[in-house]
Structures are given as C-alpha cells and as structure tokens.
C-alpha cells in the first residue's frame, strides 16, 4: 500500500511536468508506475493483512518502509540524469522522506520544475510521516495502526486524537493539509510566485527546508515573506495534537499557553533569539531579520537560511548548533530530541537536587499536571543516552572518512537532527556534494535514525526482538 501511494505522487509530478512541458513527464511516469505495480504484486502475493499487528511487526515495517521509500524516491532522480551517481540519488531522497534538507544539488534556479516538485513532495510527504497516511486506509486492509502510530508518531507523549487509530491519522493530515494551503495562499498573496508558493509551503510545514533557489529566502528581499516563513515554521513546531485541540474547543490562546511544552517552547525561541541578536549585533552586518528567521529555521530544524550564518561569531553559531540537536515540540514534524524531553530532564535533574534535601520526601516529575511516571523517565534518560552516542559515533565515522572536525561534527548534528545545513563546509552556502561517498551514506544513516526516533531503530538489533 505505501509502494502504490508513493508510486502516485510521482504521477502527480508527471502531471507537473506536461503542464510546464519541460521534459521528464515520461520518467515519472515509468518509475511510478513500476513501483505501484510492485506494490499490487507484492499484495497479492502476500495475502490478506492479518487482523492485528504486534509491536514488532509495527516497528519493523516503519524502518523497512523508510530505506525501501527512500530507494524508490531516488529512481526519479537517476532516470532524469539530475544524480550521477546512485549514492547521490538516495542522499537527496533520504534527505527530502526524513524532512532533514541536506543537498548535494546545485543550479535550482534553473533546474526543471518536476525535479523541484518531487523533491517538495519528498519531504511533505515525510514530514507527518507517510505510514500515518496509510494507517487512515489501513481497515480496508483488515489490519491494525496503532502500532504503526506508536512507531511513527515523533516524540515521547502520544496523545489519542481520537478514539480510533484511523481517525486520528486522518485528523492528523487533514490539519496538516490545511496549514499546508493556508501557507502556500499567504506565500502567494505576499507576491511569491504560485509554483514556488506551493513549493515552499510543502517544504515549510513540514519542516523539510528544500527551496527552489540556492539561495533559499534569501532569494526573496520582501521581509513579509520572511516573517510569514517564520510565522508558518513555528506553527509547524507546534504539537498537532495542540492544534486539534484548539480548533475543536475554539480557537484561544490560553490552550496553547497552558500547554507545559508550548510555552517551554515559545519562552526559549524567545530568549536565543534576544540573546543571538545581542550577540551578533556586534561586529556584523546581520540583522534582526536574519537573527530571528535563523534561530526559527534551525530551531524547528526546517534548514531555511535567509543569509550564511556560519560567518557570525563562534558563540552564537556554537549555540544554534545546540538549538539544532533539541529541535521544536513533540507530535510535530520537526526533527531533534523534542523540547518536552529538554524540559522533562531538567525537571527531573531539579526533582533529585530536591531529594538531596527531602530523602524522605515523596515527590513526582510532573507534565501537564500529571505525574511523569517512573517508565517514562527512565525512557527520557536512555532516549537522550542513546542520541547523544549516535551524534558522537556519526561524527567520529565521517570524520575517519576524510572529513574535517568542524565539519564531521555539524554534519553530524545536521542530519541526526534533521536540520539540514549545517557549518563548515556543509553551511548555508554550500552543499552536501563535495563529502566522500562514505560520508555521504554514513549521514544517510543518521537521517533515518534520526527521523525513527533512535527507539524504533535500535530496538531491531536486540536479540529479543525476533524471538517468538
């Protein structure tokens, strides 16, 4: 069912490239209908869908689902002669399905409009997660989707939108498709051109970062461009289940400010931003503008750039690389560690200080005026444990494979965080293309980690897993 999902959105670029007539309908065609044909072959020979999926069977089909999509989002990419090379293909493609924005393509303003569309598809298609698109059709198949929710749904609070799974994903892309409309219209209305609007709302919402232009918003000189790209990043690094909660008890602020992570949330965008800006004041042409589209992009790890910020002082590029590995809110399409984790652990680091005064005291980490209970915390600390080794493991393997420190480190960072660009020689005025194939697919790697959430990638290496 992915397999013919994925094979229609190429047909949908198809569609793109004979209404522009620039070439390439035919290649889009022939991959999205080999992989649709695939998937009808592989259901049919596979039978019926059993009546209940187990745990295991959740998470092994989200991992196999996102190295099998990203393969045959590659096929365009090698059809069309854009990649010369395979791994350069699946670099592009596992970038755009895990929302992460890392390129290794140059010449956007010129390129074909259909290799610029299916490259926005890639990433709106990843950026709630295709496998909740299927677990909404997935009844008709006589099978189960919570467990395909628990291991795509980014994030450690899983909040039920609804009582039945499939409801609950269709809730999830109808608000999903909504903002997405919504974004491309205030794009449009702003005088950005209505290909790129459509383009640049996909890669927004989803916080994927791929633009049309090299230079990304910085091709745009209108500041109400700016500030509606920065509006629409935030939204997106909003808990979706806080925005379904708003729009059905009435739209009000006071649910969002009520809202233990939103307000963590929006007090930390508030205080980089003001403390970057003091600190880039000095000594630099950047702006308020650049300061504030910067820490938003980097923060929702949407990877938008409006200028290079790898030119500013140490300091306060050390601190977006930081603001990079926590990304935006849980539930949403940001990549990173999750604010509500930030937010748990020093709760939680504030509880055991508290303890070393009270031993004898009872006392709770609490979220949402509820107790953390003891599970989920220590679910916190290995999540974090286990990030924090896959960053330096990543680094230290792209470093061996001929990569300097500095670039190993926030490559690394970049794409474990799904943020994109990075400094060095991966910043915002470079690409991807000149690190070592060996890199290249050691990053890859750390982009699908990264997306999975490190639980539902590791957990298929421990013995248990495939024991009966």
Known sequence: MLSVLFGAGM??????????????????????GIIILFGVRVARVSGPAPSQLGHRDGFLIVILAWFLLSLFGAAPLIATGVCHSIVDAVFESVSGLTTTGAT??????????????????????????????????????????MQLMRAEVPGPVKDKLTTRVSETAKVLWT??????????????????????????????????????????????????????????MFVS???????????????????YLADDEFRF????????????????AHGTESGWDEVVFSVVSIATTTGFTVGDYSTWAAGPVLILLLIMLVGACAGSTSGGMKVIRLLLSFRHARLELRRLIHPHGVMHVKIHNHSLSSGLAESL??????????????????????????????????????TGPGIGDVGPASTYASL?????????????????????????????????
């Open 11 to 32: 047909a949908v670029t198809a569609v793109v490239a004979l209404y522009y007539q620039t070439g390439h309908a035919m290649e889009f065609s022939a991959c999205g």
């Open 104 to 145: 290794i393509l140059t010449g956007l303003d010129h390129m074909p409009p259909s290799i610029l569309f299916w490259r926005s598809m890639l990433q709106w298609l990843g950026g709630i997660g295709i496998i909740v698109l299927v677990v909404a059709v997935m009844p008709f198949l006589g099978a189960g989707g």
């Open 175 to 232: 608000l999903y498709l909504g903002i997405t409309v919504l974004c491309a219209l205030s794009y449009g209305w702003a005088g950005m051109g209505w290909f790129d609007a459509v383009n640049h709302a996909m890669t927004t919402v989803s916080t994927g970062g791929f633009s049309t232009h090299d230079a990304s918003f910085g091709y745009y000189g209108k500041p109400a461009l700016h500030i509606l790209a920065v509006i629409f």
């Open 237 to 255: 690094g909003v808990n979706f289940a806080l925005h379904f909660a708003v729009m059905r008890k009435g739209v009000s602020l006071k649910i």
């Open 265 to 280: 949330y929006l007090m930390g965008l508030c205080f980089f931003m003001l403390l970057i800006g003091l600190l880039v």
């Open 381 to 418: 600390w290995g999540f974090t444990i286990l990030y924090l080794v896959s960053f330096f493991v990543i680094a230290i393997l792209v470093a061996l494979s001929g990569v300097d420190v500095l670039t190993a480190l926030s490559a690394s960072a970049a794409c474990l965080s799904n």
């Open 436 to 468: 070592p194939e060996m890199s290249k697919i050691i990053l890859m790697l750390g982009m699908i980690v990264g997306r999975l959430e490190i639980y539902t990638f590791f957990i298929i290496f421990i013995p248990e897993f495939w024991r009966k």
